[in-house]
């Protein structure tokens, strides 16, 4: 047990203000660091996934939205007889917006029967069977319920766009939790879309152990003849390719979960120089008692320790609430990138605070502990 | 052998371009249960003698044996330990740790020894009411007057029974009759509880407590005549 606890915290606690403003300091600083932190791992795993290095993505030639792709349905016929592939799935995509967005809506218009066997979806709430027999019925990412107040029964219209709720589903991806599925047919004949017999892209399955690439180059070259030319690549490189001005944005923003860091460590450093300063006659007459300038160290780092691992705590459980209940996303071009609360996050969160309340302490620690102690109560 | 034998000590200090000795080639001996007063114009060495053998201070030559330990030899580390087991020490001006109560700041002291915390919390007591604040124990040093401060400054040096107990000017910064008090305090813990003390004053009257009293005057000692001496020489 650390018998000089009670001095510690009380010594916090004399300058409460002081404290308090580098407690939320520290949290306001942790907590942005874990939004940075989210917002990289969940594009990490839009584009690194193993899974995603087996599907691949059929898409128009030279186009980008998903609105400007327009592939033959039957397209899917053809390239299911390649070998290597398991299966197709022609998706329909629309989005709301095809620009970089916090709020976007995106459908995913697909075959029910072949919906359910490819994702890995979970319904929360509602029915499959609603899903495959009612032809305006969608099933919602919670994330985009969440967000947008939906529940199962809800009638949600966006543009010429109208569903019916009728489930709620979670993922193992998350990004996918902020997609809107519905039967291919429906959205294919949305007022608007005017896309019979046409999808926005197809989204092929390999057996194991294929080469993705070979596959990919495979379909370009047999559809180069076809009505539409393609371009076919693993998901994994289509959503990086997607997200490109994205990924830049999100690597500068990396630097900003650093600048917070930072951040937390001048405005720590800032407090324990401010409180050594105030105490150094005190920490001499702890000295002068018989304290070992090595506990008078510990005491100091102990304090620093405590601001810092205390605001982030505050920041990372603030951070973990608004990405667990905030359903936050970003997304272009009809791909997201889900924020979403992790043990990593929440671990990383809480080494840095305590890696930063050990360096932010360390100086005025050395300097405290190593103080003249005649001079120190001579001149006090 | 003396509880605190000093043989040849020296400290000297730079001053701008003057060499300052406040402490010039000094022996003393202090038997255990002794109550030695320092005196002397300022300047003239008494607190960085009294720092010497508090282990506060380094001297340039010179040694201090105290109960039988060269402290003289002991790096920052081993001081403090020996500090916090053989030395209480009385600041002029207390010297409390303003967030801790009463208690609290005696308790300080015994948080530094081998002790359990019952044994802890029995020496604190003893040492509150040695000093007569046992009904004051959780009050904050702002909630003190003066007197009382001083009080839970002498209690906090005296609860890990040193060996020695210095003093620094104890009544220095006290009202005449608190200072009186403190007097009384400090001839009692001397007599009842055989404590040795080394104390520096400014105070003659308060010297006269002590039973061996000292003056300092250019870093040397001289020994003052005590009462029963002027008498003898008197009649």
Redesign the interface.
């Known amino acids: 047990m650390f018998p000089f606890a009670t001095y510690v915290f009380k010594s916090l606690w004399r300058h409460r203000a002081r404290t308090l403003l580098t407690v939320s300091g520290a949290a306001i600083a942790i907590f942005a660091f874990c939004m940075v932190e989210a917002v990289q791992k969940g594009l990490e795993r839009l584009t690194s996934d193993e899974d995603l290095k087996q599907t691949l993505i059929v898409f128009q030639e030279n186009r980008f939205c998903p609105t400007s792709s327009r592939l033959p349905e039957d397209y899917a016929r053809t390239i299911s007889k390649i070998p290597g592939v398991r299966s197709v799935m022609p998706v329909q995509v629309w989005t709301n917006n095809c620009r970089a967005s916090l709020d976007i809506i995106v459908f995913n218009g697909a075959p029910p029967d072949q919906l359910r066997a490819a994702r890995d979806l979970k319904l929360l709430s509602g029915s499959w069977e609603q899903f495959q027999s009612i032809r305006d019925a969608a099933i919602v990412g919670q994330s985009v319920a969440m967000r947008r107040g939906l529940k199962v029964g809800s009638q949600f219209t966006i543009g010429e766009i109208s569903v019916s709720v009728v489930g709620i589903f979670a993922s193992s991806i998350p990004s996918e939790e902020n997609l809107i599925f519905t039967s291919l047919a429906f959205l294919q004949l949305s007022r608007g879309m005017e896309a019979a017999g046409l999808v926005t892209q197809h989204e092929v399955f390999l057996n194991p152990g294929v080469n993705a690439d070979a596959v990919a180059s495979t379909i370009d070259a047999m559809l180069k003849s076809g009505p539409v030319a393609t371009t076919t690549r693993s998901k994994g490189a289509f959503q990086t390719s997607t997200l490109s001005d994205l990924v830049d944005l999100i690597g500068f923003a990396h630097w900003l979960g650093y600048a917070s860091v930072g951040l937390v460590l001048s405005l720590v450093a800032t407090t324990m120089f401010m409180s050594v300063h105030d105490r150094m006659k005190e920490h001499a007459v702890l000295q002068v008692l018989g304290m070992r300038p090595w506990r008078v160290f510990r005491i100091v780092l102990a304090e620093s320790m405590i601001l810092c691992v205390l605001g982030g705590c505050i920041g990372t459980l603030v951070g973990l609430i608004v990405l667990h209940w905030g359903g936050l996303a970003i997304g272009a071009e009809g791909v997201t990138i889900a924020f979403r609360p992790s043990y990593y996050i929440s671990s990383s969160s809480i080494a840095v605070s305590i890696a930063v309340g050990l360096i932010a302490g360390i100086v005025p620690a050395m300097q405290t502990a190593s103080v003249e102690i005649v001079a120190t109560l001579r001149d006090s | 052998m003396a509880l605190v034998e000093i043989r040849g000590l020296s400290k000297r200090f730079r001053k701008g371009e003057e060499t300052i000795f406040p402490v010039q080639d000094l022996d003393l001996d202090i038997e255990a249960g002794e109550f030695v007063s320092l005196m002397g114009p300022s300047g003239t060495g008494k607190s960085t003698l009294l ?1 010497l053998i ?1 282990g ?2 380094k001297p340039d030559s010179g040694t201090i044996h105290v109960a039988g330990t060269e402290i003289t030899k002991l790096s ?2 081993q001081l ?6 053989n ?1 209480g ?1 009385i ?1 002029q001006t207390h ?1 409390l ?4 109560s009463a208690y ?1 700041n005696i308790e ?2 015994a ?2 020894l081998r002790m359990t915390a019952a044994e802890r919390r029995k020496r604190v007591e003893l040492a509150l009411e040695a000093v007569g604040l046992t009904d004051r124990a959780g009050h904050y040093p702002r909630q003190l007057s003066g007197g009382q401060e001083q009080r839970v400054g002498i209690a ?1 040096a005296i609860v ?1 029974n040193p060996k020695v107990i210095v003093a620094d000017e104890p009544t220095g910064s006290l009202d005449a009759d608190t200072s009186q008090q403190i007097q009384v305090l400090l001839q009692r813990l001397n007599r009842e509880f055989n404590m040795t003390m080394v104390m520096v004053t400014h105070d003659p009257e308060v010297a006269k407590l002590a039973t061996r009293q000292l003056r300092m005057i250019g870093g040397r000692l001289r020994i003052e005549p005590s009462v029963a001496d002027i008498h003898q020489n008197t009649f």
């Open positions: 720092n508090s506060i201070d920052r580390g403090a330990d020996w500090r916090a087991n030395l020490y600041f010297n740790v303003p967030v801790l609290e300080l002291p948080l530094l906090r890990s």
